[in-house]
């Protein structure tokens, strides 16, 4: 089935270590985005890509990393997680990085960090 | 940054028709979407609007006025499933988006 998947579905960690939220689509699609989305605060950007091999910084970049290596792959790294970084993290994807383009979300990974 | 209002939760009953505002200050504009999230599940696209006018899709309408920084979306003969949170989002013109909190959305019976 086309579309965006996200692993882990959810994840409780410790403070300090390092994690990574994977995200993959089929779709072809060139921009791929990373939010997190916190009670009463909607969703933000952290990190986007408009094309394979280029990223770029959203709002809330700070204690986040973003690799894009080719088109499919976009995952996001948390190099030395805090408390303050749980939060429910949605991957989002659009066939281009136009201004009219509809972005299509994965499932999304809750995590939590103690 | 840019400055997205909606409200935060509105209550309807099953059949009525709920308006839910959306009004946005940002740095440029290049259209308007909404999505509907389920409880915890992933944001699906409702509609975009990019010029002034209602556009309709069965039971949901979306309406723009860019003088006015505002929009609508129009919830029709409500149902059941109808209730989850509705996201505004402007694309301000730096090709992202920009989101409000979001309205969540109660139906009763």
């Known amino acids: 089935i086309a579309g965006i998947t996200q692993a882990p579905t959810s994840q409780i960690l410790a403070a300090g270590r390092r994690m990574t939220l994977r995200c993959t689509q089929d779709?072809?699609?060139?921009?791929m985005y990373w939010y997190r989305q916190d009670l009463g605060l909607g969703l933000r950007l952290i990190h986007y890509?408009?094309?394979?091999?280029?990223?770029g910084k959203g709002e809330v970049p700070d204690g986040y990393s973003v690799s894009r290596a080719n088109t499919d792959d976009f995952p996001l790294t948390l190099a030395s997680a805090v408390p303050s970084q749980t939060s429910v993290y949605f991957c989002?994807?659009?066939?281009?990085?136009?201004?009219?383009?509809?972005?299509?979300f994965g499932p999304g990974t809750r995590l939590t960090v103690l | 940054g840019q400055n997205i209002d909606q409200p935060t939760e509105m209550t309807a009953t099953e059949g009525a028709i709920v308006q839910i505002n959306c009004t946005y200050q940002?740095?440029?504009?290049?259209?308007l979407f909404w999505y509907q999230q389920h409880a915890g599940e992933a944001p699906t696209f409702l509609s975009y609007?990019?010029?002034?006018g209602l556009e309709e899709k069965g039971r949901f309408s979306s309406f723009l006025s860019r003088s006015k920084g505002y929009s609508y979306l129009l919830l029709k003969e409500l149902q059941m499933k109808d209730s989850a949170s509705y996201l505004c989002?402007?694309?301000?013109?730096?090709?992202?988006?920009?989101f409000g909190a979001g309205t969540t959305v109660t139906v009763r019976a």
């Open positions: 890509s408009n094309t394979a091999g280029t990223t």
């Open positions: 940002t740095s440029g504009f290049n259209g």
């Open positions: 779709m072809r699609h060139n921009a």
């Open positions: 609007n990019v010029l002034d």
């Open positions: 989002a994807s659009s066939a281009k990085a136009g201004e009219g383009d509809t972005q299509y």
């Open positions: 989002a402007v694309a301000p013109g730096d090709y992202k988006l920009s």
